[in-house]
Structures are given as C-alpha cells and as structure tokens.
C-alpha cells in the first residue's frame, strides 16, 4: 500500500543521486545501543536467559553483527545459513581451476584467421566491447539522470513487511507522452505513516532535498536525504527511544530521547517559511514544534484529548497552526503564544485530513472519517470552548472515511478529495457551494494520499491499498477544462513567455 505522497519541486533534486558510504562501526553500534535491532526482527523468539539487555556484539562477532545490522534494514542475504554461501564460492572456484588458468598449450587456433585471434588486455581495448559497454552505460545514465523538467514524486510504501520510501519520476516527452517509474528506493525501519519534503540545508548551502518521515509504533520521526541512494541511516532522527531494556516475560523498559513522541507519528507539516520548522502530530495526544537544524523539539502543545491525526501550517500568516484529532476537534494555534488556549471547531467525526486554502489566509477544510467533508471560516472563530462556529459549508463526499484533501494550487475553489470508497472526486466550492465536477476509480483500491503538484499544477498523485503511484492529468478532464480552462492555459505558458 501506499500511505503517503510528497512532491519534490522542479529542479532541487541532485541530476545524479550520490552513492552512500557503508555504515560505520559507530552508527551500527548506536543501532545496537537503541535497541533498533530487536525492534526490527518482528517478534522473534527471545533467549531464555531472565533479564535481557540490548548490548554491544563481541568484538569476535563483526560478521554476524553486519549480517544482523543489515536484516535490520531490510537488505540482508535469503541465504544464511553457517558456511552455505561460501561452500558454494570454494566449490565453483575449485571447478574452474584457477591456479593452472596460464598453462594452457600454446598454437594457433585451426578455426582462428590464422593470424590468430586478436587478444586486448583490456575490454577498454576492445572496440567491440567497449562500444557495447559506452552503450549500456549511457542508457542506464540516462535511466538514473533527473532532468530539470522530470517531476520528482515520494511514495511511503509497505510491501510483504517491506517498508520503504519509493522516489518515483514523472517525465514527458516532448511530443506530450508521459511516463511513470520507480528511479531508486530508500529502505526504512517501520511502516511510513506520513511525509513532509523540506528543502532546509541540514548539510550545508543554500538548500537541500528531504523527507521527513513519521512511522508507527515508532516515536522518532525520520529525516532521509533524498540525493543519496543506498543509504542505510537516516542522516536525522527527531526524538525517539534513546535506550530499551528487555525482561523475559515482562514490558520493555523504554527511556526516550528529550522531547520525542511517546507513540507512533500520525502527521507532519513543515513551515515554507521558516524552513528549519517542522511540526508532527501524535497518537501520544500531542503537537511538537521541532527544529530540524538542532534536531530539538521546541514546542510540546497538549489541547487534545485523543490521538492527533493531522497538522497544517497557514499559508500566509506563518506562524499559525491547524491539528485535528479523534478526539472530534480542530484546534488552531499561533506557535509564538502556545500556552493560549486558541481556537477550537467540533467536527462530527474523527479527523482524517486538514488543508488550508492556498488562495486565502482566512479558509481551511477538513475531512471525516464519516465520508465528509466541512469548510470554515477563522474569522467566525471564537475562543470559547462552549461556543460553536458553524461551517461555512459540509459536503457529503464520499460513503466511506475520506483520507486526503489537496486543494490546486493554482486554480481557486478547485479541491480534490480521496476516500477508502476506491473513488477520488474533484470539487468545485466556490461560494461555499460546493459541486462535484468529475469522479474517477483509479485503481488504487482504498485512497489513502491524494497531492496536487506545485510546478504542475493539474497533476493529481493518487496512492492507495494496491501499492501503484496513479497520476491523473486533470486538465484533461472536460468539466475541468470547462471551469478552469484559463488556469490550465497559464500552468503550461513557459515562464517569461
């Protein structure tokens, strides 16, 4: 399935993705001290031995502890049983017989031109080869090189107890063709919740390229970067377990890093205009405000009485923050008066999703696990928790819970709903009246993530239970094309044009 969809924008994405370096004895050994490890193995049986503490291997066991670092991360042999694999290297190396491979009877070759064949020391000497290899080193360049004009699109994905991160491009041709794959993947620990992208520079210049990742079960949030390919870490870890202790038959002892979540991350929203900030929603029942750069957690907001589903920072007052919960509630708050009470909306049901309208500081919409969808108004807001501000509209969406909500960020009132009913609808609210303009099953089965693209406007990146990345070219649409033809025709003018 597919949980979560971020969109990179055009152009910040390294051409050719960086190699990583294996990890170092001091990265595995902070794996080990976390207890990542025995977290990983899925309920594997434990050793009989009473109390049970996460250790160091050895120094005799580096084989064996590389080969459980990397199970861990989901890239160990399927084949490892004691001596298997290198019986099997000793008896092919013994067939072929290397030690006499120089002895062989010299003379010219009856079948040869009779010059004798031509010998190249080097396949780099050999036209033949060399071509051929100048040829499939050029194809898979080009398979591994993201142009300027390619769309870059973070799938959060889980497959046969397979979490990763999958980097997918959308590229067309010049003849209007376009064409969807995988370009490389990032295995993580846990199954991917949510993503936020975040272009903060935690490694220096101007900016970078990341994800931030919340995963269940696990109080941490994980932040990968997106131009290195293989990497094994993550190169930040905001919050999480610093140290956990095992009795047999008895609750884990847990002690967790300063300021982390006490359970699995549910939401994430970073702040475009103070790049460093992220803020998380939780099952623990709270909202953080990190600071990716320190990798700090500043602010700790508990207006919640039940799991936290969703977050959203206001487009144009930046400072300004929504969360929804199961506890049937929005709560808005300025993160530089956190200890004010804010602002509360009850809603119907459990929340599923929040958005804030792009074209408007003053209008958000949040979507229900009732299969609704309710706008409001802030400036009908009121802080007491007695009174209730009516929405400004509620729309009956869909029949099952509806999981994601993307307004277009170019063309107003145009919003985008995806359900667990299979089905995503493109809404017209203009006026707080809302109508649906065009329906389609995607063949995602239950949606989870519904994105519109910032640089490309119309595309709508559709993810759900099958597993399969949809894009849905929605300027194609006649209802569409019909209402918002003239945004359409300035999304594909070329700038400066």
């Given at each position: ?15 050719v993705?960086?190699?990583?370096d ?18 990983s ?5 434990e ?6 503490d996460?250790e ?12 459980e ?10 084949v ?13 190396l ?21 010059l004798g064949d031509?010998?190249y020391p080097?396949?780099?000497m ?6 051929k290899?100048?040829?499939?080193e ?14 870059v ?9 397979v979490s990763q991160?999958e980097?997918?491009l ?5 003849d209007?063709?376009s064409?969807v ?28 390229n ?8 696990e ?37 967790y ?10 939401g ?7 790049r460093?900030v ?18 700090k957690?500043?602010?700790?907001m ?11 920072w206001?487009?144009f007052?930046?400072?300004v923050?929504?969360s ?8 808005l ?26 074209h ?5 919409v ?17 802080s ?6 009516k ?6 969406a869909?029949d099952k ?9 170019s ?7 995806g ?5 995503v ?6 006026n ?30 559709i ?11 929605t ?22 044009s």
């Amino acid at each position: 399935m597919i949980s979560a969809i971020s969109w990179v924008p055009r152009g910040i994405s390294k051409p050719v993705p960086s190699v990583a370096d294996p990890p170092t004895k001091e990265e595995i050994d902070e794996l080990i001290k976390t207890g990542a490890l025995e977290r990983s193995e899925d309920g594997e049986s434990e050793d009989g031995d009473g109390e049970m503490d996460v250790e160091t291997p050895k120094k005799g066991d580096q084989i064996s502890q590389a080969l459980e670092v990397a199970k861990a991360l989901g890239k160990a042999s399927k084949v490892t049983e004691s001596g298997s694999k290198f019986d099997d290297i000793t008896d092919g190396l013994r067939e072929l017989d290397m030690e006499h491979y120089d002895d062989e009877e010299d003379g010219i070759d009856p079948f040869s031109s009779g010059l004798g064949d031509l010998y190249y020391p080097s396949n780099d000497m050999d036209p033949y080869l060399k071509d051929k290899d100048d040829d499939e080193e050029s194809e898979d360049s080009d398979d591994m090189t993201i142009n300027p004009t390619d769309s870059v699109i973070v799938c959060a994905r889980n497959e046969d107890d397979v979490s990763q991160l999958e980097i997918w491009l959308y590229v067309e041709s010049e003849d209007g063709e376009s064409n969807v794959y995988v370009h490389h993947d990032v295995i993580i620990s846990s199954f991917p919740l949510c993503t936020a992208w975040l272009d903060c520079p935690l490694k220096g210049g101007d900016k970078g390229n990341f994800i931030a990742v919340g995963l269940m079960d696990e109080p941490s949030i994980e932040i990968w970067d997106l131009d290195i390919i293989d990497e094994v870490q993550p190169c930040v870890v905001l919050g999480g377990i610093a140290e956990m202790k095992k009795k047999k038959g008895k609750k884990a002892s847990i002690k967790y890093k300063e300021g982390s979540h006490r359970d699995s991350v549910l939401g994430l929203a970073w702040n475009k205009f103070y790049r460093n900030v992220l803020a998380s929603a939780s099952a623990d029942k709270q909202v953080k405000i990190w600071d990716v750069a320190t990798g700090k957690c500043t602010i700790t907001m508990e207006h919640h009485t039940d799991k936290v589903q969703a977050v959203a920072w206001n487009h144009f007052a930046h400072q300004v923050l929504l969360s929804g919960s199961f506890d049937r509630s929005v709560v808005l708050k300025d993160g530089r008066a956190s200890s004010h009470s804010g602002y509360k909306w009850t809603v119907t049901a459990d929340v599923e999703s929040l958005a804030w309208d792009p074209h408007t500081e003053h209008s958000f919409v949040v979507s229900l696990e009732d299969g609704t969808v309710k706008g409001f108004d802030i400036r009908a807001a009121t802080s007491s928790s007695t009174s209730e501000s009516k929405p400004s509209f509620t729309l009956h969406a869909h029949d099952k819970a509806v999981c994601a909500i993307s307004y277009n960020p170019s063309a107003p009132n145009l919003l985008a709903t995806g359900s667990t009913d299979k089905m995503v609808k493109l809404w017209d609210v203009s006026n707080n009246q809302p109508s649906c303009i065009s329906s389609r099953n995607p063949k995602a089965g239950a949606v989870f993530s519904v994105s519109f693209s910032e640089d490309n406007p119309f595309l709508l990146a559709i993810g759900g239970s099958k597993g399969t990345l949809e894009v849905w070219d929605t300027s194609y649409d006649a209802a569409v094309a019909q209402r918002f033809g003239s945004y359409i025709k300035k999304s594909r003018t070329p700038p400066g044009s």
